[in-house]
């Protein structure tokens, strides 16, 4: 989807953009080339986009409500 399509859809739903993350293919290939030594560079612009869309979907989260219902069996209490 081209960008200015997403962002229309998004405002048409009221959705929060988190960020646009790079599709580069060497974000894929350095993991796997040697598990032992890899370190991605903070640094890279790619990189800084990962860390920025986890950091909103962070912020994001911890702004929500928790659904603590499930965690409880439902009681009912009747008259007999």
Known sequence: M??????AWLAENGVTLLGELPLDVRIREQPTADARRWSP????????????????????????????????????????
């Open 2 to 7: 081209a960008p200015a399509a997403a962002r």
């Open 41 to 80: 560079s903070r640094k890279a612009p790619a990189a800084q986009a990962y860390i920025s869309a986890a950091r909103r979907a962070a912020a994001v989260l911890s702004l929500r409500g928790r659904d603590r219902s499930t965690l409880f069996p439902k009681i009912v209490v009747e008259d007999t």
